[in-house]
């Protein structure tokens, strides 16, 4: 196994919190996921259409949160922190159960998010993560804002 191999978490993590915009108490399972699962928000407070799949196509508000939704409109809010730790610890695969609209935001920060994360451990795998190659060069261009990717 290799750093180029996706990973999941060892055990399932619960913990509770609340919600910075809501003032809501929210309970988060993260639970681990087979290879090739991804990221996936499920919320437990709802009976049906209740999948979220963290994506920057699925980014409905960024106003002083992230929410996503899903196209029957179910919204998982201050995603971010969250999402930084998976990826800061090369987390691929995990669902994350959660009964209300928004992650706890714990410390403001993505730092218990990684502690908690790190003291359950990584699970990793012999599937490989999945890579962009970047074969030409690229820029796209709105208003005076733009990327680019070079090959």
């Known amino acids: 196994m290799s750093l180029l191999t996706q990973s999941t978490i060892a055990n399932k993590i619960s913990l509770s919190g609340i919600g910075v915009h809501t003032g809501e108490r929210v309970k988060l399972n993260i639970l681990p996921a087979t290879p090739n699962t991804g990221v996936i928000f499920k919320r437990t407070d709802l009976n049906q259409n209740n999948i979220v799949i963290p994506s920057y196509e699925n980014v409905v508000d960024a106003t002083l949160c992230t929410t996503i939704s899903n196209h029957f409109g179910v919204k998982i809010s201050t995603v971010e922190h969250l999402m930084a730790a998976f990826l800061g610890l090369g987390i691929d695969n995990v669902i994350v159960e959660i009964d209300s609209q928004e ?17 359950v451990g990584l699970k990793k795998s012999d599937i490989p993560i999945k890579l962009i190659k970047i074969e030409n060069n690229f820029e796209y261009s709105e208003g005076n804002k733009f990327i680019s990717l070079e090959k």
């Open 103 to 119: 992650v706890p935001i714990l410390d403001g920060s993505a730092k218990k998010f990684v502690k908690i994360l790190r003291e």
